[in-house]
Every structure is written in C-alpha cells, then in structure tokens.
C-alpha cells in the first residue's frame, strides 16, 4: 500500500494521512459503539444514583457537567501536545489534529459552563459568579473562540498551523490555573472531590455512575475528534486537487 | 538592538505614529464613561481605578498590530527574520520594550490627568500609576506574540485583540487589586503587586520567544 502511494509524485506527502484515513476507518466503528454504550449506561447509572440529602435531584447535572469540564481540559492539552508535535516535528496530521480538536473543546466547554450555571442558580441562588474557577474556564472558553477565529481568517491551513500552534502553547498557562484555581483561591466553586492525593472524598454511589460517564465523554470526544480529522484531510485533499485543477487549465 | 529601539521610537513619535493616538484613545474612553453612569463624583472616585485600567488596557492593544505590520510591508521583516534563533528574540524583545515606551508609558504619564477628572485622591492615582508602569509592560510583551501570529493577515487589528485579552486577563486582576489595595485600609498592598511585577517578568521572558518562533513560522 505505502509503495504505490510514495511513488505518486504529490501524494507522498499525504502518504501519512492516507494510512492514517484506513487506520482510523477501521478502529471508528468501534469506538463509536463503545461510546454510544458507556454513555447509555453513564446516564442509566446517573439517574439510578441516590439523590443527595442536600442537593436533591439537582445533584445529576454533576454528571454532565464535571466531565465536560475535564475534557474541555483535557482537550485543551491534546491540542497542546499536537503544537509540539507541529512545531518539533513538523507531523503534518499534528496540525490537523489540533484545528479539528478546537469546536469540540469549545463544545465541552460551553457545556460545563451551561450546565454550571443551571446548577448554581438553585444551589447559590445565583446564575454566574466571578470567582476564579469559573472566570479561568470562561477564559478557556475565549481562547478556544479566537483560535477558531485566527483559523477561520486564514485561507492557507498550512500557514495557519505554526502560528496558531504558537498560540496554543502560550495560552496552555491556563490549564494549571483552571486545575488549581479552587485551592489558591477561596472560592465559591468547590475543590476537588475525586482526583486527590488522599483517594476521592466522593461516596461511591455518586463516584461511580460519575467515572463511568467520564468514560463515555473521553470515548466520545475521540469519535468526534476522529471524524472531524478524517474531514479536515479530506476536505484539504479536495483544496488541493481544486488548486491542481484551477492550475492545469491556467497552464493549458 | 540600541539603533533598532532608536529607529522604533523614532517611527513611532512620528507623525502618523501610534503612540499619541494611544494616548488620545484612552483619554476618549475614561472621558465616556462619566457619560454612561452619570456625573456622580463619589461613585466616580470609587471605580476610578479600575476605569483607568480598563482604559489603558484597551489602548495598549490599540497599536499592537503595527508592531510587526509596518516592516512587513517595507520588506524589513524579513531580514529580521534571517537572522538566527539569539538574535531573532532579541530583536522581538527590543521591539515590544520600543512598543512600550512608545505607547505604554504615556498611559502612565496621562493617569494622573485621569485620575483628577475621576475625582481620585492622591494615593490611588499614585498606585494606579505605579501599577501601570510595572504592568503595562506586560501587554506589549504578550501582546507581541498575537502581532506576530496575526502579521501575515491584511486586517489583523482586531483579531489581535481577540487573541490577546484572555491572556491579559491577570493583568488586569492583579493591576486593579493592588491599586484598589492602595485605597482601601485592611487589603495588603505587596502581594497582588508582586504577583503584578512576577507577571511582568514572565512575559518578557515567554512573549518574544513565542513571537519569535511565530514569525518564523510564518515566513516558511
């Protein structure tokens, strides 16, 4: 297979993606269905949680949202790692991966934003507070807006790539300081419950149905992110051949 | 580096420069807002700080996207992108401490101007002043990185802008904490400060390596 493709002339350089598009092809199904089933049984798990004594039924929106806030995170640092990965090695799907991870993560994070602020105005009588947890997620939240913005000004994706890539690693500052900002500061916002050094202060009934829901949106994040890869290559490759196009009839 | 940062400023107080219409733009938007909320002095007074912060913020990002644009368009960047790796940050470096002085740090000298028409006393304008000129800096430095991602786009200006306020968010934090804890007994005045000075100190070091490597970038 990668015989017949490096002696193609142009297509060596997309050599990698195309190996890349069959490897992916086979592994999304699967994925797909794994997604689909951990989310099913997350919720089916979620909802069967006891209610809290205090929170009553409001305490199921932590389901939703304490997942997508981790993977708003996580997805953040996938995309700083495929900065590296353009910039150090110059991997031509790095850029690629982290142009297409940008309205997933700003979907998670619009969603723990959302969610959090559905929660907060039974529990804190209030929709939105300025403390530092939720102004370092909003930032995140505006960062990932004006990268798709500096994408969506550039018409040359290869262009794009470093510069934004530079970007990203910069505003990655972030990150720790979302991770982090309930223990520097007091807050409203509590502090971690689960990840911690002295095992998960959360009572198991509630840990639970909350991991397995954290499975399901790292699952799904993958899916997307998958497809939105495999549509990025594609839609490049037509740029391409467009260009290979416009530019025999302007030769001829 | 010195003949650069002499050649910088000389363009830059210039006619047609940025730097008095830097100034011009932050005394037209801490004179609006009187209008907005209404003439009352006491009020004034109380949120004169941030107001000036705010004003300086949105003025300092002003002229970001000319400090890379303008020898973008007479070929010198590219010369200053030939050079190597040492120099490259350098030479970033020189050019937002230009920027700075150019824009930056007649902010600092029209504050208390400012300061007296939003009815301040002495001591907040003085710690507004103070906490401009240590963090104003910060903004050329960082805001050097979001010029030099946006120097290849022919209308930049305001894409810079978006790119650069997230990170300029904790200037603006830590700057009107520690002039509000001037004013206001209890609240110590050191630790934003330094918090302040410490992020200063952290983008002059980040903002011309990012930059550096984003010019490169884009020039290949």
């Not at chain 2, 100034?23 to 109380?46: C, E, K, Q, T």
């Not at chain 2, 050097?144 to 934090?173: D, F, Q, T």
């Not at chain 2, 050191?190 to 918090?195: D, G």
């Not at chain 2, 992020?199 to 020039?219: C, D, E, M, Q």
Request: hydrophobic letters at 60%; proline letters at 6%.
């Amino acid at each position: 297979m990668s015989d017949t493709t490096i002696s193609q002339g142009w297509f060596t350089s997309l050599a990698n993606p195309t190996r890349f598009l069959a490897l992916s092809g086979r592994v999304l199904p699967y994925l797909a269905t794994a997604a689909v089933l951990s989310l099913v049984v997350g919720l089916y798990m979620s909802f069967a949680a006891p209610e809290d004594y205090q929170q009553g039924m409001t305490v199921r929106i932590m389901f939703i949202h304490v997942p997508a806030a981790w993977l708003a995170m996580m997805c953040y640092s996938v995309m700083a790692i495929a900065s590296i990965g353009t910039l150090v090695w110059r991997h031509p799907l790095a850029d690629v991966a982290a142009k297409t991870a940008l309205p997933i993560g700003a979907a998670f994070t619009f969603l723990s934003l959302l969610t959090g602020s559905l929660w907060g105005r039974p529990m804190w009588g209030t929709w939105w507070v300025w403390d530092a947890r939720l102004t370092s997620v909003f930032v995140l939240f505006l960062m990932y807006l004006g990268l798709m913005a500096l994408h969506k000004a550039m018409d040359d994706p290869a262009r794009a790539a470093r510069p934004a890539a530079v970007l990203t690693l910069v505003g990655f500052i972030n990150i720790p300081i979302i991770k982090f900002s309930v223990e520097w500061w007091n807050t409203l916002h509590q502090p971690a419950s689960v990840i911690r050094l002295d095992g998960p202060t959360i009572h198991p009934t509630m840990l639970y149905p909350l991991l397995v829901m954290a499975v399901a949106y790292t699952l799904i994040f993958f899916t997307l992110h998958l497809m939105a890869m495999r549509n990025e290559i594609l839609r490049r490759r037509v740029q391409t051949m467009r260009r290979q196009a416009a530019q025999a009839i302007g030769g001829a | 580096m010195i003949a650069l940062l002499k050649r910088d400023l000389a363009i830059a107080t210039r006619s047609g420069g940025a730097a008095m219409l830097g100034v011009l733009f932050f005394l037209a938007v801490v004179a609006v807002i009187p209008f907005g909320i209404g003439p009352d002095l006491n009020l004034l007074a109380r949120i004169g700080p941030a107001i000036l912060w705010i004003g300086a913020l949105l003025a300092s990002l002003l002229g970001l996207d000319r400090l890379f644009q303008a020898d973008r368009e007479d070929g010198s960047l590219d010369m200053l992108v030939m050079q190597d790796w040492v120099s490259l940050v350098l030479t970033v470096f020189v050019k937002s401490l230009a920027h700075w002085l150019a824009t930056g740090l007649p902010l600092v000298l029209a504050a208390p101007l400012l300061g007296l028409l939003m009815n301040m006393s002495a001591t907040a304008t003085g710690a507004v002043m103070l906490t401009l000129l240590v963090g104003t800096p910060a903004i050329s430095f960082i805001g050097a990185v979001g010029a030099a991602v946006a120097v290849v786009l022919p209308r930049g200006g305001l894409l810079v802008s978006i790119l650069i306020l997230p990170l300029a968010i904790p200037i603006l934090i830590f700057g009107v904490s520690a002039a509000y804890a001037a004013v206001t007994d209890p609240d110590p005045f050191w630790p934003p400060f330094m918090i302040l000075s410490a992020i200063t100190l952290f983008f002059a070091a980040l903002g011309p390596v990012a930059a550096a490597a984003a010019l490169k970038g884009a020039s290949d």
